[in-house]
């Protein structure tokens, strides 16, 4: 009577591990990889932040801001293209999810960048920037970059998938061109070491390469041999 009277231990203590951790649920193990991206991707503009109210930012502060921006634009614009690739070789499904993630902070660096630039640098003076994208070419080269990323990030929903079809696929290629744009921008600007521009430039055509699909074995097998 006394064993049958006797307190039963809680339900809940056998879903816990033995260490007392709770397995992450699918939701989390989702999210995890996209929160992680963006905490690595906002740490620059945290540096930025922290320098600016340190008063480290150099001799010239809205150069810093803008060279900073600049160049975490053209990094992550190389991540989001890196994505396909290495799902497809490293046979990583869980990579296809953070392209979005990826092509969503590039466009924020790129619009922190161009607004260095119409802002910090030319104080929204409008006929002097008239001016510099008639005559600067890697200011053309940049607003283009930025105006093919733009509707990108408008159309990155899932309705937008959904509304605009396979036109969705066509549109969205003009990544490439938004990234050949940023090159040409990098190269450009730079007027005395080629070195870094040149080493993105190549990483793009790496990227560019590894993208383009090969015809699968069957169907090499299948054509006629000439």
Known sequence: MAAAMAPKEPPTSVTHSAEGRRPLTPTLRRRLPHAVVIFAALLPLAWLGVAALRGGLGANPIETISHTTGEWTLRLLLLTLAVTP???????????????????????????????YVGLDQLFEWASLVEDFVERRYVTAGLVAWLCLLPLALTSTRASMKRLGRRWVKLHRLVYVAAVAAIVHYVWLVKADLAPPLAHAALLALLLGLRIRRKPAAVERAAPVR
């Open 86 to 116: 290495a799902r497809r070789l490293l046979s990583l499904a869980w990579l296809a999810p953070l392209r979005r993630t990826l092509g969503l902070l590039t466009f924020v660096y790129a619009t922190l960048h161009m607004l260095a």
